[in-house]
Nanobody, 124 residues
Framework: QVQLVESGGGSVQAGGSLRLACTWS????????MGWFRQGSGKERDGVAY???????KYADSVKGRFTISKDNAKNTVYLQMNSLKPEDTGMYYC??????????????????WGQGTQVTVSS
């Protein structure tokens, strides 16, 4: 059973930074797409970024230039470095994974596995 565990959330002032981590445990795949999503209070869950097996990345327009997704295959961990945080970045951040060499569009929710989420709060 694949498990995804997020960490690194917290409270920060606007303009600050946080780094989220998502660690994969359980069976592994030869190729997988990893994504980060977020859900603000009363809002739908939105795609933030993804990283494919070949290392290619894509970001939602709202986070381009501020967030960076990366991975450490040796540690089975994916990171989301978040800089220049804004109050509108506040929400529960989820990690997701799906097998296969490519990723769906950033907004797609078609992932096989999801973590429990980590809360990010940005105050003005």
């Amino acid at each position: 059973q694949v498990q995804l565990v997020e960490s690194g959330g917290g409270s920060v002032q606007a303009g600050g930074s946080l780094r989220l981590a998502c660690t994969w445990s359980g069976p592994t795949y030869s190729s997988a797409c990893m994504g980060w999503f977020r859900q603000g209070s009363g809002k739908e869950r939105d795609g933030v970024a993804y990283i494919a097996s070949d290392g290619s990345t894509k970001y939602a327009d709202s986070v381009k230039g501020r967030f960076t997704i990366s991975k450490d295959n040796a540690k089975n961990t994916v990171y989301l470095q978040m800089n220049s945080l804004k109050p509108e970045d506040t929400g529960m951040y989820y990690c997701a994974a799906r097998s296969g060499p490519s990723c769906p569009p950033v907004g797609s929710q078609t992932y096989q596995y999801w973590g429990q989420g980590t809360q990010v709060t940005v105050s003005s």
